[in-house]
Nanobody
């Protein structure tokens, strides 16, 4: 199983980015999808998750109303659309796959993780 994130970069506050997560070696549509982030010196933080049937959508409080999680099962790809970015959104963003299909905010639910993509938001 491999998850590969892309789409990170350096942007200004107020800009948008869309992160992608391409999965291989798994039946992508059956897995829950999660996005987490980790800033330097901080713990990994839950961002968003989506259940296998596009159910059970959850967002972290700090991103509600600004970020949107989605998936294209035909393309084995998950997405995180990030709008109105803020400097405090700066972090390495990771996607993760939950073999139980439900997703959720606990990192322990996820059996597979990508390597991460850096998002930097300047003020």
């Amino acid at each position: 199983v491999q998850l590969v994130e892309s789409g990170g970069g350096l942007v200004q506050a107020g800009d948008s980015l869309r992160l992608s997560c391409v999965g291989s070696g798994l039946t992508f549509r059956l897995y829950g999808l999660g996005w987490f982030r980790q800033a330097p010196g901080k713990e990994r933080e839950f961002v968003a998750s989506l259940g296998w049937s596009d159910s059970s959508i959850l967002y972290g409080d700090s991103v509600k109303g600004r970020f949107t999680i989605s998936r294209d099962n035909d393309a084995n790809t998950g997405y995180l659309q990030m709008n109105n970015l803020r400097p405090e959104d700066t972090a390495v963003y990771f996607c993760a796959a939950d073999p139980n299909g439900t997703g959720g905010s606990s990192p322990g639910r996820y059996g597979y993780w990508g390597q991460g993509t850096q998002v930097t938001v300047s003020s």
